[in-house]
């Protein structure tokens, strides 16, 4: 899996758009970027894709509820 493309958001600057192999994957604050290193053209395991869909984005989405 690779990290096609890091886009910041238009109404969150602090947050960016992740795409794996050409697709949106999520959406994390860009300190949350910074911490798994991820950059473009980065190869990226299953495993810490799975973990940040699964930990930070399902957390911060029960955050808001």
Request: cysteine-free; glycine content about 4%.
């Amino acid at each position: 899996m690779m990290v096609t493309e890091i886009s910041k958001q238009k109404r969150d600057p602090n947050k960016a758009n992740v795409f794996i192999d050409g697709v949106f994957s999520f959406a994390l604050h860009t300190q949350d970027i910074a911490y798994f290193k991820l950059k473009e053209g980065q190869e990226v395991s299953e495993e810490v894709v799975a973990f940040i869909q699964d930990n930070l984005v399902y957390m911060k989405a029960l955050h808001w509820l």
